[in-house]
Nanobody
Framework: QVQLVESGGGLVQAGDSLRLSCAASGRTFSSYRMGWFRQAPGKEREFVAVISRGGTSTDYTDSLKGRFTISRDNAKNTLYLQMNSLKPEDTAVYYC????????????????WGQGTQVTVSS
């Protein structure tokens, strides 16, 4: 089992950057594929990015490629999401997730979730 705690959200202006962090408990962080998802008010949860156990392979939803970068530091048990050139439509609660079998648009039963961090982008 793993516990996830996101941080780094906040209120920013369009064009700004933010880096989200997701701290994971336990000694097995490196055994999990990790991902970021987001949910805007009144909308369904949306896949953002996923990263392999070693951090060498990543996948993104097409609309965010080039602006968002997912990374991880297994020594620090931490997942990151660097978000650049933020837009008002990026406003959402951002969640990190962990599962050994987490892939683009595949959320297995038993996926672990953090509590989320709010990102608000003003125009």
């Amino acid at each position: 089992q793993v516990q996830l705690v996101e941080s780094g959200g906040g209120l920013v202006q369009a064009g700004d950057s933010l880096r989200l962090s997701c701290a994971a408990s336990g000694r097995t962080f490196s055994s999990y594929r990790m991902g970021w998802f987001r949910q805007a008010p009144g909308k369904e949860r949306e896949f953002v990015a996923v990263i392999s156990r070693g951090g060498t392979s990543t996948d993104y939803t097409d609309s965010l490629k080039g602006r968002f970068t997912i990374s991880r530091d297994n020594a620090k048990n931490t997942l990151y999401l660097q978000m650049n050139s933020l837009k008002p439509e990026d406003t959402a609660v951002y969640y990190c997730a962990a599962h050994q079998d987490l892939y683009y648009n595949k959320i297995p039963e038993g996926t672990f979730w953090g509590q989320g961090t709010q990102v608000t982008v003003s125009s």
